[in-house]
């Protein structure tokens, strides 16, 4: 069973995601959620406020869900997920000046080859699974191309020089990318992909499923989804809302969601917790 993690963004997090996209002034969202300026201020610095907000109208002026921040303000985090129901999952997290990152290593019980998802900053913990696990570490898949997710790519290339890398990238080589209807087989498990840029032009979710005794599916979403948040919109936050919608939350409600900072969560929670989703 893992249990609680932190969420990658407090309640100041989404609040300040939401007001920039959208464009507002401090000013105007402080009036409206019955702050001043210097406590919306510090809410969006650090999460915690001492006036609590109007968080109905809140969610109204930032095109958020207010019972869903409140339900945030009030504590909400995702259950904890019995890992035991994917026996050949890993979540790895690895650490650089403080900043988390999570990869993601799946693999068939009967032939034990393997699928990393990500690399995260350094590849010790993979190669230190992969040899307790006795794998046959065969695919890569990266879900966008920033740093603390593919970091590792060189160093992994020289400890498995066949690797098959995947990728939505198009500054990638044609060999790595990512086409339409690919699927990838590690012995029972069926791997497949869906586009869900906005955070990154490049931003891929890729669905791992036919776990044995019948898991659910996994869905490892990089930055596009967090639990109770997204990532910013560095490409387009109204392009990434979309994506997340139409590609993942589409996804059936015991979906496992895998995102690439903060806990884990499912489809399910995410629709009735996830204040970007009314």
């Not at 969202?29 to 968080?55: C, H, N, Y």
Request: net charge negative; proline share 5%.
């Amino acid at each position: 069973m893992i249990g609680a993690m932190i969420l990658e963004d407090h309640l100041g997090d989404i609040i300040g995601k939401s007001r920039q996209a959208l464009k507002l002034s401090p000013e105007t969202v402080a009036r409206i959620a019955g702050l001043s300026v210097m406590d919306l201020a510090s809410l969006e610095t650090s999460g915690q406020f001492t006036k609590r907000p109007d968080f109905l109208a809140l969610g109204d002026c930032l095109e958020l869900d207010g019972r869903k921040l409140a339900a945030l303000a009030d504590g909400w985090q995702p259950a904890p997920v019995d890992l035991s129901l994917w026996r050949e999952l890993r979540q790895i997290a690895t650490v650089q000046s403080g900043y988390a990152v999570n990869s993601y290593l799946v693999w068939d019980e009967v032939s034990r080859e393997a699928a990393l998802f990500d690399t995260g900053w350094e590849i010790a913990p993979v190669l230190s699974l992969v040899a307790e696990n006795r794998l046959e570490l065969k695919h890569l898949f990266i879900t966008h191309s920033h740093d603390d997710h593919n970091g590792g790519i060189n160093a992994l290339r020289e400890k498995f020089p066949k690797i098959r890398i995947h990728t939505g990238s198009r500054q990638s080589p044609v060999e790595q990318r990512n086409r339409a209807n690919d699927f990838i087989h590690l012995g029972s498990l069926r791997i497949t992909h869906r586009e869900t840029p906005g955070h990154s032009e490049d931003g891929v979710t890729y669905i791992a499923g036919n776990f044995p005794e019948d898991a659910p599916h996994v869905a490892i979403v990089g930055d596009a989804l967090f639990a109770g948040s997204i990532g910013r919109g560095f490409q387009s936050f109204d392009l990434l809302r979309q994506k997340v919608r139409e590609q993942i939350l589409s996804l059936p409600p015991a979906t496992l969601v895998c995102p690439g900072h903060g806990p884990l969560t499912t489809v399910a929670q995410e629709l009735a917790h996830n204040p970007f989703f009314k």
